[in-house]
């Protein structure tokens, strides 16, 4: 490895997916603002919108998304351009 181009300031970070909750540690170099207590100790977190314990394909679990009322708002909006 080149000596001199990787970043010093690794520390534990907290990740939080907010459509579950899951909160994991792992050290990374991402600045943060807001902060998480996690058993006690005060971490850096990075609020995620899908991880590994959310995600379809790690989960096997799929989710319906309504994509009707998407695509009628899509159709009206751009209704004009069809003539």
Same mark, same amino acid.
């Given at each position: 490895m080149k000596k001199g181009? $990787?970043p010093e300031n690794y &520390? #534990?970070?907290?990740?939080?997916? #907010? +459509?579950? =909750?899951?909160?994991? /540690?792992? &050290? +990374?170099?991402?600045? *943060?603002?807001?902060? /998480? =207590?996690?058993? %006690?100790? =005060?971490? !850096? /977190?990075?609020?995620? =919108?899908? +991880? &590994?314990? +959310? $995600? !379809?394909?790690? *989960? %096997?679990? *799929?989710?319906?998304?309504?994509?009707?009322?998407?695509?009628?708002?899509?159709? *009206?909006?751009?209704?004009?351009?069809?003539?």
């Open positions: 181009i $990787h &520390r #534990m970070v907290a990740f939080k997916d #907010m +459509s579950n =909750e899951d909160v994991f /540690l792992t &050290r +990374s170099t991402v600045n *943060t603002k807001e902060t /998480l =207590e996690v058993d %006690g100790i =005060e971490y !850096p /977190l990075v609020k995620l =919108e899908i +991880s &590994r314990t +959310s $995600h !379809p394909y790690y *989960t %096997g679990k *799929t989710k319906m998304v309504d994509t009707a009322g998407r695509i009628d708002k899509f159709k *009206t909006k751009y209704a004009k351009f069809s003539k």
